[in-house]
């Protein structure tokens, strides 16, 4: 029994820590510059939240979640601001640069031929996209806070959410990745990311759209990490909370797994 389960732990013992190395490359490649990743990463949302959230907020009003709660269009756009903050960051890293490193500079060409497997590279670099997206989740979560946006106790919950839905889009951005053949082609899917920003419930609720558009809208992933977030920082709990958790785990889990498999096909060739 003990010589069947120890190889298991070691084996996987040994791939955190090859992908660890991944992330600790790419740490220390942009240490001297990363401040500069995170302030631009962070002031767009934050920009968003003043203009529209205050400053049109101020013309709106307040606005009744489906839960019946009543509250400011700042604390209604926040949570969707912040949500959209974890999956800009994430989708900058596992798509431009992640494609860059594949494509152009060859870097994973180089790693293969140590003991880190494809899988170990989509880990690695994962994680190191979830740097990048924490801090970002972190930094709007304590603005929240101080414009009275949330409670502390909430902003600490919705940390973690905010987390899952990075690496639900890392993951995703990463499989995406493995198919584009260009620069150019990353033209469709900022595109497809501005849609998703702009009718993901992200500035009006989900209930103003008709039915059909509505249904198209609550089944995309970015739709899911708004309701979660917005109902950790400003709704009531609820069972909802649990499908969106499990919707962004299996898209997470299902990015990963094609991630790992198109590098290896693409590397291996």
């Known amino acids: ?131 990048r997206g924490s801090a970002y989740s972190a930094a709007f979560l304590a603005v929240m806070a101080v414009m009275d946006l949330t409670t502390v106790s909430r902003a600490l919950v919705a940390f973690p959410a905010a987390v899952l839905v990075g690496f639900t889009f890392g993951a995703l951005g990463m499989a995406i990745s493995t198919f584009m053949r260009s620069w150019q082609d990353f033209d469709l899917m900022g595109s497809a990311q501005f849609v998703l920003f702009l009718f993901s419930g992200t500035f009006v609720p989900a209930e103003a759209y008709p039915a059909v558009l509505r249904w198209l809208v609550e089944v995309t992933p970015l739709y899911r990490a708004v309701h979660l977030i917005r109902g950790v920082t400003v709704g009531a709990a609820g069972w909802g909370w649990v499908l969106d958790v499990l919707y962004l785990v299996v898209v997470l889990a299902v990015g990963l797994l094609i991630a790992s498999r198109r590098m290896g096909r693409l590397l291996y060739k």
């Not at 500069?36 to 009744?64: H, N, Q, R």
């Not at 903050?85 to 494509?103: C, D, P, Q, V, Y």
Request: hydrophobic letters at 55%; zero cysteines; glycine letters at 8%.
């Open 1 to 131: 029994m003990v010589s069947l389960i120890l190889p298991r732990l070691v084996d996987v013992s040994a791939a955190s820590r090859r992908s660890a190395s991944v992330t600790e490359r790419n740490v220390a490649a942009l240490k001297s510059v990363y401040w500069l990743l995170l302030v631009s990463g962070f002031v767009e949302p934050l920009l968003y939240l003043l203009s529209i959230g205050v400053g049109v907020g101020a013309l709106v009003g307040d606005l009744a979640l489906p839960g019946g709660e009543v509250v400011t269009y700042a604390a209604f756009v926040a949570p969707a601001m912040l949500a959209s903050s974890a999956m800009t960051g994430a989708l900058a890293e596992t798509t431009f640069n992640f494609f860059g490193k594949m494509k152009y500079m060859k870097l994973y060409d180089g790693v293969i031929a140590t003991p880190v497997q494809p899988f170990e590279i989509a880990l690695g670099e994962l994680a190191w996209a979830m740097l």
